[in-house]
Protein backbone atom coordinates (compact mmCIF):
# COMPACT_ATOMS: atom_id res chain seq x y z
CA UNK A 1 0.00 0.00 0.00
CA UNK A 2 1.06 4.02 -0.16
CA UNK A 3 0.95 6.17 2.18
CA UNK A 4 0.79 9.70 1.99
CA UNK A 5 3.48 11.64 3.41
CA UNK A 6 3.48 15.15 4.99
CA UNK A 7 4.90 16.81 1.78
CA UNK A 8 2.85 14.33 -0.33
CA UNK A 9 5.55 12.13 -1.07
CA UNK A 10 3.81 8.19 -0.65
CA UNK A 11 5.50 5.74 0.76
CA UNK A 12 5.47 2.22 0.58
CA UNK A 13 4.22 -0.09 3.28
CA UNK A 14 3.08 -3.77 3.60
CA UNK A 15 1.59 -5.59 6.61
CA UNK A 16 1.36 -9.65 7.28
CA UNK A 17 0.11 -11.58 9.95
CA UNK A 18 -1.48 -10.36 13.30
CA UNK A 19 -0.01 -10.11 17.05
CA UNK A 20 2.32 -8.21 18.47
CA UNK A 21 3.93 -5.63 15.65
CA UNK A 22 7.11 -5.18 14.32
CA UNK A 23 8.41 -2.22 12.23
CA UNK A 24 11.49 -2.95 9.72
CA UNK A 25 13.30 -0.15 8.68
CA UNK A 26 15.81 -1.56 6.05
CA UNK A 27 19.90 -0.36 6.05
CA UNK A 28 20.87 2.86 3.35
CA UNK A 29 20.48 1.84 0.03
CA UNK A 30 18.17 -1.04 0.65
CA UNK A 31 14.70 -1.59 0.43
CA UNK A 32 12.02 -3.97 2.49
CA UNK A 33 13.00 -6.67 0.17
CA UNK A 34 15.96 -7.15 2.30
CA UNK A 35 13.85 -8.12 5.45
CA UNK A 36 11.59 -10.58 3.10
CA UNK A 37 13.23 -14.02 4.76
CA UNK A 38 12.11 -13.08 8.24
CA UNK A 39 8.43 -12.00 7.33
CA UNK A 40 6.91 -16.15 7.27
CA UNK A 41 8.66 -17.62 10.16
CA UNK A 42 7.73 -14.07 11.98
CA UNK A 43 4.15 -14.80 11.02
CA UNK A 44 3.93 -18.21 11.90
CA UNK A 45 4.98 -16.98 15.12
CA UNK A 46 2.46 -15.25 15.78
CA UNK A 47 3.73 -11.27 15.00
CA UNK A 48 2.40 -8.95 12.77
CA UNK A 49 5.17 -8.06 10.31
CA UNK A 50 5.28 -4.59 9.25
CA UNK A 51 7.88 -3.54 6.18
CA UNK A 52 8.26 -0.25 4.63
CA UNK A 53 10.98 2.26 2.05
CA UNK A 54 12.24 5.12 2.90
CA UNK A 55 11.72 8.09 0.88
CA UNK A 56 14.13 7.73 -1.87
CA UNK A 57 14.21 3.93 -1.56
CA UNK A 58 12.56 0.80 -3.01
CA UNK A 59 8.62 1.19 -3.66
CA UNK A 60 8.18 4.88 -1.68
CA UNK A 61 8.55 8.35 -4.00
CA UNK A 62 12.02 9.12 -4.52
CA UNK A 63 11.68 13.44 -4.49
CA UNK A 64 14.55 15.13 -6.50
CA UNK A 65 14.26 18.13 -3.92
CA UNK A 66 16.74 18.12 -1.52
CA UNK A 67 14.72 19.95 0.77
CA UNK A 68 12.45 17.15 1.20
CA UNK A 69 15.23 15.39 3.13
CA UNK A 70 15.98 15.71 6.81
CA UNK A 71 16.02 12.92 9.74
CA UNK A 72 13.18 15.23 11.00
CA UNK A 73 11.16 14.08 7.98
CA UNK A 74 12.12 10.32 8.35
CA UNK A 75 10.56 9.98 11.79
CA UNK A 76 7.12 11.60 10.75
CA UNK A 77 7.23 9.24 7.82
CA UNK A 78 7.69 6.88 10.32
CA UNK A 79 4.78 7.77 12.23
CA UNK A 80 2.65 7.94 9.46
CA UNK A 81 3.41 4.47 8.46
CA UNK A 82 2.37 3.25 11.87
CA UNK A 83 -0.50 5.40 11.97
CA UNK A 84 -1.86 3.72 8.74
CA UNK A 85 -0.50 -0.15 9.82
CA UNK A 86 -0.84 -0.09 13.84
CA UNK A 87 -2.70 2.75 15.01
CA UNK A 88 -2.87 3.14 18.46
CA UNK A 89 -0.74 0.19 19.37
CA UNK A 90 2.90 0.73 20.85
CA UNK A 91 5.41 -1.00 18.03
CA UNK A 92 8.77 -3.22 17.94
CA UNK A 93 11.15 -1.23 16.27
CA UNK A 94 13.58 -3.48 14.13
CA UNK A 95 15.94 -1.52 11.95
CA UNK A 96 19.49 -2.26 10.37
CA UNK A 97 22.04 -0.01 9.95
CA UNK A 98 20.99 3.09 9.31
CA UNK A 99 17.66 1.48 9.74
CA UNK A 100 18.51 0.97 13.38
CA UNK A 101 19.67 4.82 13.95
CA UNK A 102 15.98 5.72 12.75
CA UNK A 103 14.51 3.83 14.86
CA UNK A 104 16.37 4.97 18.36
CA UNK A 105 15.87 8.49 16.74
CA UNK A 106 11.86 7.48 16.51
CA UNK A 107 11.52 5.99 19.88
CA UNK A 108 13.35 8.85 21.72
CA UNK A 109 10.68 10.97 20.32
CA UNK A 110 7.95 8.99 20.31
CA UNK A 111 8.66 6.72 23.49
CA UNK A 112 4.79 5.94 23.90
CA UNK A 113 4.55 4.58 20.52
CA UNK A 114 7.56 2.32 21.25
CA UNK A 115 7.46 -1.07 22.85
CA UNK A 116 11.21 -2.33 22.37
CA UNK A 117 14.14 -1.84 19.80
CA UNK A 118 16.12 -4.42 17.79
CA UNK A 119 19.17 -2.90 16.80
CA UNK A 120 20.95 -4.44 13.74
CA UNK A 121 24.65 -4.07 12.99
CA UNK A 122 23.99 -0.52 13.96
CA UNK A 123 25.55 2.20 15.80
CA UNK A 124 24.82 5.50 17.69
CA UNK A 125 26.32 7.69 15.14
CA UNK A 126 29.51 9.55 15.96
CA UNK A 127 30.00 12.07 18.78
CA UNK A 128 33.62 12.61 17.14
CA UNK A 129 33.62 15.74 14.94
CA UNK A 130 36.50 13.70 12.49
CA UNK A 131 34.80 10.59 12.45
CA UNK A 132 31.46 12.12 11.66
CA UNK A 133 33.66 13.88 9.09
CA UNK A 134 34.64 10.51 7.52
CA UNK A 135 31.23 8.77 7.62
CA UNK A 136 29.93 11.95 5.63
CA UNK A 137 32.44 11.85 3.05
CA UNK A 138 31.97 7.87 2.81
CA UNK A 139 28.06 8.27 2.32
CA UNK A 140 29.81 11.21 0.03
CA UNK A 141 30.87 8.94 -1.90
CA UNK A 142 28.74 5.95 -2.07
CA UNK A 143 26.02 8.56 -3.44
CA UNK A 144 28.64 9.55 -6.33
CA UNK A 145 29.05 6.05 -7.43
CA UNK A 146 25.39 5.33 -7.47
CA UNK A 147 24.30 8.48 -9.51
CA UNK A 148 27.66 7.97 -11.61
CA UNK A 149 27.71 4.50 -11.86
CA UNK A 150 24.72 2.66 -11.39
CA UNK A 151 23.62 -0.37 -9.74
CA UNK A 152 25.13 -2.83 -11.30
CA UNK A 153 28.56 -2.48 -9.30
CA UNK A 154 27.36 -1.48 -6.33
CA UNK A 155 25.10 -5.00 -5.55
CA UNK A 156 27.99 -6.91 -7.14
CA UNK A 157 31.36 -4.98 -6.39
CA UNK A 158 32.94 -4.35 -2.60
CA UNK A 159 29.79 -2.52 -1.26
CA UNK A 160 27.40 -5.76 -2.14
CA UNK A 161 28.75 -6.90 1.87
CA UNK A 162 26.88 -3.92 2.88
CA UNK A 163 23.60 -4.32 1.13
CA UNK A 164 23.04 -8.10 0.33
CA UNK A 165 25.97 -9.88 1.99
CA UNK A 166 28.76 -11.78 1.14
CA UNK A 167 27.12 -14.93 -1.07
CA UNK A 168 25.42 -13.31 -3.55
CA UNK A 169 24.11 -16.97 -4.59
CA UNK A 170 21.50 -16.89 -1.81
CA UNK A 171 17.49 -16.19 -3.07
CA UNK A 172 17.41 -13.76 -0.73
CA UNK A 173 20.20 -11.77 -1.44
CA UNK A 174 19.54 -12.53 -5.24
CA UNK A 175 15.77 -10.76 -4.15
CA UNK A 176 17.07 -7.73 -2.54
CA UNK A 177 19.46 -6.96 -5.42
CA UNK A 178 16.78 -6.87 -8.15
CA UNK A 179 14.87 -4.56 -5.77
CA UNK A 180 18.24 -2.41 -5.00
CA UNK A 181 18.52 -2.22 -8.71
CA UNK A 182 15.22 -0.28 -9.14
CA UNK A 183 15.69 2.25 -7.43
CA UNK A 184 16.19 6.05 -8.26
CA UNK A 185 19.90 6.98 -7.59
CA UNK A 186 19.10 10.88 -7.19
CA UNK A 187 16.59 9.61 -4.20
CA UNK A 188 18.74 7.85 -2.42
CA UNK A 189 21.99 9.94 -3.17
CA UNK A 190 19.63 12.65 -2.03
CA UNK A 191 18.70 10.93 1.00
CA UNK A 192 22.37 10.09 1.48
CA UNK A 193 23.85 13.36 1.77
CA UNK A 194 21.05 14.51 3.98
CA UNK A 195 19.89 12.28 6.18
CA UNK A 196 22.15 9.21 6.50
CA UNK A 197 25.58 11.15 6.17
CA UNK A 198 24.68 13.87 8.79
CA UNK A 199 22.38 12.15 10.87
CA UNK A 200 22.99 12.89 14.65
CA UNK A 201 24.30 11.16 17.09
CA UNK A 202 22.18 9.22 19.47
CA UNK A 203 24.67 7.85 22.28
CA UNK A 204 24.16 10.32 24.99
CA UNK A 205 20.11 9.78 25.30
CA UNK A 206 20.74 5.54 24.80
CA UNK A 207 20.38 5.70 28.88
CA UNK A 208 16.65 7.49 28.73
CA UNK A 209 15.34 4.48 26.74
CA UNK A 210 13.32 2.59 28.45
CA UNK A 211 11.76 0.22 26.49
CA UNK A 212 13.34 -3.59 26.00
CA UNK A 213 16.05 -3.60 23.25
CA UNK A 214 17.31 -6.23 21.55
CA UNK A 215 20.86 -5.52 19.81
CA UNK A 216 22.07 -8.10 17.19
CA UNK A 217 25.82 -7.80 15.37
CA UNK A 218 27.91 -10.44 12.92
CA UNK A 219 30.90 -11.37 13.92
CA UNK A 220 32.49 -10.51 11.31
CA UNK A 221 30.98 -7.27 10.86
CA UNK A 222 34.28 -5.53 12.30
CA UNK A 223 32.64 -1.42 12.13
CA UNK A 224 30.25 -2.13 14.10
CA UNK A 225 30.76 -4.84 16.65
CA UNK A 226 32.29 -1.90 18.95
CA UNK A 227 29.25 0.33 18.19
CA UNK A 228 26.74 -2.95 19.47
CA UNK A 229 29.01 -3.02 22.76
CA UNK A 230 27.73 0.51 23.33
CA UNK A 231 24.61 0.18 22.49
CA UNK A 232 23.99 -2.83 24.62
CA UNK A 233 26.38 -1.08 27.76
CA UNK A 234 24.02 1.94 27.93
CA UNK A 235 20.33 1.12 27.09
CA UNK A 236 18.97 -0.17 30.40
CA UNK A 237 16.66 -3.17 29.35
CA UNK A 238 19.29 -4.25 26.40
CA UNK A 239 20.53 -8.05 25.19
CA UNK A 240 23.91 -8.63 23.32
CA UNK A 241 23.75 -11.06 20.87
CA UNK A 242 26.81 -11.66 18.11
CA UNK A 243 26.14 -14.08 15.23
CA UNK A 244 28.88 -16.52 14.08
CA UNK A 245 29.04 -16.65 10.40
CA UNK A 246 27.70 -13.18 9.27
CA UNK A 247 28.89 -9.99 8.68
CA UNK A 248 26.41 -7.07 7.98
CA UNK A 249 23.80 -8.46 6.46
CA UNK A 250 23.14 -10.63 9.23
CA UNK A 251 19.47 -11.71 8.60
CA UNK A 252 20.35 -12.93 4.75
CA UNK A 253 23.67 -14.59 5.68
CA UNK A 254 22.23 -16.45 9.00
CA UNK A 255 18.40 -16.24 8.49
CA UNK A 256 17.28 -19.30 11.38
CA UNK A 257 20.08 -17.89 13.67
CA UNK A 258 18.59 -14.49 13.55
CA UNK A 259 14.83 -15.45 13.19
CA UNK A 260 15.15 -17.50 16.57
CA UNK A 261 17.03 -14.67 18.34
CA UNK A 262 14.30 -12.31 17.44
CA UNK A 263 11.40 -14.70 17.70
CA UNK A 264 12.54 -15.69 21.30
CA UNK A 265 12.66 -11.85 22.70
CA UNK A 266 9.19 -11.11 20.49
CA UNK A 267 7.72 -13.83 22.79
CA UNK A 268 9.34 -12.61 25.63
CA UNK A 269 7.86 -9.20 25.24
CA UNK A 270 4.03 -10.84 24.52
CA UNK A 271 4.77 -12.78 27.82
CA UNK A 272 5.31 -9.40 29.20
CA UNK A 273 9.41 -9.26 29.68
CA UNK A 274 11.84 -8.10 27.58
CA UNK A 275 14.34 -10.01 29.90
CA UNK A 276 16.83 -11.97 28.39
CA UNK A 277 17.22 -14.56 31.71
CA UNK A 278 13.61 -15.50 32.03
Avoid at 145 to 168: E, H, M, N, S
Avoid at 182 to 203: C, E, M, S, T, Y
Avoid at 236 to 257: K, L, M, S, W, Y
Wanted: hydrophobic share 45%; glycine share 8%; net charge negative.
Amino acid sequence: MQIEASDGTQLYAEAHGAGIPILFSCAYCTTHENWRSQVAPLVAAGARVLLWDFRGHGLSGAPHDPARYSIEQVVDDMGRVLDALSPGEPVVLAGLSFGGLASIHFALAHPDRTRALVLVDSGPGFKNPDAQAKWTQQVARTAEVLTTRGFDAFVRGKAAITCVGRDLELPAAIAAAAAIEKQDPVGLANFGVHIAGPAPAVIDELPSIACPALVVVGAEDKPYLRAAEVMAARIPNAEHHVIDGAAHIVNIEQTEVFNALLIAFLKRLAGGSGNADE
